[in-house]
């Protein structure tokens, strides 16, 4: 009888030491995914653009596709790439950063050109639009360059989140990777999903429920859908912006080069009066500005020299953002 006390004792604190594991993977794993909060939102923001067009059936299937693929990007790509870095090269993070923070003021500074200065759209018809002779083909493509398109933000998230971890040995920091990965990946589209399917749920309300209010809230909600996607679109470039500058800034400074962020820490210090939410405010507003401006230099880089390259080595990809 005590030996097996002495086991059921073991036992229990081998399960608190467990459960203790999981709670620091879960808390690691929330801490690192709010750093991506720009990647996701942008994420979020472009993927319903990849089932417009499509019948409704198709929708949630194209989605399903596109998270398979953003899964096998993150934890069979990714996750041991990112790893074997913080193994044997942990020197590289940093750097890797600064080009992911580079890529993410490019995407946002050439929205803003996009919209302050239109122009052709880059692939399709005159309008945009698709040859839609051939569904199933038009499926396919849109599915593999919204998959190539997701590699590189699972990327930046991937690096970002390994950044962000604080984990005592390999074990809690490969499953706090693995943790973010899932629940990112499972958020987004998650949320991709809500969203390009509330418009037909808007519209089944308004159309088959016999209360007037029910039918009310189903035109409410397909004519709010536009604006929320806007919003979205909207949202997600500003915070592409801000994370992209907070990056390349955070990024220097543990690299080396601590002006910058001395520099903005002292502003938003001297004007936010030692207020935290306005010293917050004054930090990410002065890293937006940053984040634009470098995009701005970046956008004949990327369009004259990096976005051929990468159309010669992966086809329509380059178009598919």
Aim: proline share 5%; with cysteine; aromatic share 8%.
């Amino acid at each position: 009888m005590s030996g097996l006390l002495a086991l059921l004792d073991d036992v229990s604190a081998i399960a608190k030491i467990a459960a203790a594991s999981v709670d620091d993977i879960g808390a690691a794993a929330m801490k690192a995914g709010s750093k991506t909060a720009g990647v996701v939102i942008d994420d979020a923001a472009v993927t319903p653009k990849y089932v417009q067009g499509f019948a409704p059936a198709r929708e949630l299937p194209i989605i399903w596709r596109i998270a398979r693929g953003s899964f096998i990007n993150k934890l069979v790509l990714l996750m041991p790439a990112v790893l074997l870095m913080a193994a044997f090269a942990p020197w590289l993070v940093w750097p890797l950063l600064i080009m992911g923070g580079c890529y993410l003021c490019f995407e946002g500074a050439e929205k803003i050109v996009h919209v302050l200065m239109p122009h052709d759209a880059h692939s399709g018809g005159p309008d945009g639009s698709h040859d839609v002779k051939d569904p199933e083909h038009l499926e396919e493509e849109k599915i593999k360059g919204a998959i190539k398109t997701d590699f590189i933000l699972s990327a930046e998230i991937m690096v970002i989140s390994l950044s962000a971890i604080e984990a005592p040995n390999f074990f809690m920091q490969a499953a706090t990777l693995a943790v973010v990965a899932v629940m990112i990946t499972a958020v987004v589209y998650g949320a991709v999903a809500v969203i390009v399917k509330m418009d037909d749920i808007g519209m089944w309300m308004n159309q088959n429920s016999g209360i007037g209010a029910i039918r009310a809230l189903g035109r409410m909600i397909v004519r709010f859908m536009p604006w929320l996607l806007k919003a979205l679109t909207v949202i997600g470039t500003a915070a592409m912006l801000w994370v992209g500058g907070s990056i390349i800034v955070h990024s220097l400074h543990e690299m080396g080069w601590h002006f910058p962020e001395e520099q903005i820490h002292h502003i938003a210090v001297a004007y936010g009066q030692q207020n935290p939410g306005l010293e917050w405010g004054i930090t990410a507003a002065i890293d937006f500005v940053l984040g634009f401006l470098i995009g701005l230099v970046l956008i004949p880089v990327g369009t004259k020299i990096v976005a051929p390259i990468w159309g010669k080595l992966f086809g329509g990809a380059a178009q598919a953002h």
